[in-house]
């Protein structure tokens, strides 16, 4: 809601008279779910690229009948999450696919539906998260990067983007592994999406090079640590995002521009 637009129920107060058995009581006008949702969705932190993303607006592949079908599965199990949440059996979903299929606009779209209904979230690219838990052992950090770690773990639903894009370190795996597993023994919610493969997932950890000879790729337990695997697997309801076209591609052409739309 704007600020200069006065609610016409409770003329800006918040407020509105209720009856309830004969008398009159007050209650939380609906306006102050608006502003409330307002103002979770500026803390969530969303990049302005994905901050229209939902799954109304999300593409499907055109003039491939397999694709869009296999995508519309996906759309499906998503909205079941949303509508099912916070009584789901795992808290989380685990997006996986290569790049450019639409997973992180799906994500961001799951985070701003729960976001609309009252839940607080939290939005964090793998790469920045881990170089601002690492500044944060310098004594010069900013409060925002000694808070970073604390605010992964404590974050009523966490949207972790790119999972497993750094280099491998036993100091990544450990940091990784302990924020998986905390907000696993909490049962905290979490959204997470990577490109890396996994064969339990569907994924094909082999394939043939532009050479034409067969290479193994580099899968999610390899980059993030078994254990930390482990424990997506047991949170995360796994989304096997299907083989299409590039997302960003397919959003321009339909729209002239990708921006404003989401990815």
Same mark, same amino acid.
């Given at each position: 809601?704007?600020?200069?637009? #006065?609610? /016409? ?6 407020? *509105? ?26 803390? @969530? ?6 901050? $229209? ?10 003039? $491939?009948? !397999? @694709? /869009? $079908? ?6 499906? =199990?998503?909205? @079941?999450? !949303?509508? $099912?949440?916070?009584?789901t059996d795992k808290p989380g979903l685990l997006? !996986? ?6 997973? #992180? ?28 838990? *690492? ?18 773990? /404590? ?14 370190? =036993? ?9 998986? #597993? ?21 994924? #094909?950890?082999?394939?043939k090079s532009d050479t034409g000879r067969m ?18 697997? /047991?949170?995360?309801?796994? !989304? ?5 076209? =590039? ?17």
């Amino acid at each position: 809601m704007a600020a200069t637009t #006065t609610c /016409e129920i409770c003329g800006g107060s918040g407020w *509105r008279v209720i009856e309830r058995d004969g008398i009159s009581a007050a209650a939380r006008c609906s306006c102050q779910q608006v502003v409330r949702a307002g103002a979770a969705l500026l803390a @969530a932190q969303i990049p302005p690229l994905y901050e $229209n993303a939902s799954i109304d607006n999300f593409l499907l592949p055109a003039n $491939n009948p !397999i @694709a /869009e $079908n296999a995508m519309g599965k996906v759309l499906l =199990d998503v909205r @079941a999450f !949303i509508r $099912n949440f916070p009584a789901t059996d795992k808290p989380g979903l685990l997006f !996986i696919g290569d790049p450019g299929v639409g997973k #992180t606009h799906l994500a961001v779209a799951v985070l701003r539906a729960l976001l609309e209904r009252g839940f607080d979230g939290l939005f964090f690219d793998y790469q920045n998260l881990l170089e601002r838990i *690492r500044s944060s052992y310098d004594p010069m950090a900013g409060s925002s990067d000694r808070e970073a770690y604390r605010s992964v773990l /404590e974050a009523e639903v966490l949207l972790l983007d790119d999972l497993g894009a750094h280099r491998v370190s =036993d100091w990544v795996e450990d940091t990784v592994t302990s924020i998986v #597993t905390w907000r696993c023994n909490h049962r905290k919610p979490t959204l997470v999406t990577t490109n890396l493969a996994d064969a339990d997932a569907g994924s #094909t950890v082999v394939q043939k090079s532009d050479t034409g000879r067969m290479e193994y790729r580099d899968t999610l337990g390899q980059r993030i640590g078994s254990r930390a695997r482990s424990r997506l697997f /047991e949170m995360c309801r796994v !989304i096997k995002m299907p083989q299409v076209d =590039d997302y960003r591609i397919r959003g321009s052409r339909s729209s002239g521009s990708l921006f404003g739309k989401g990815a």
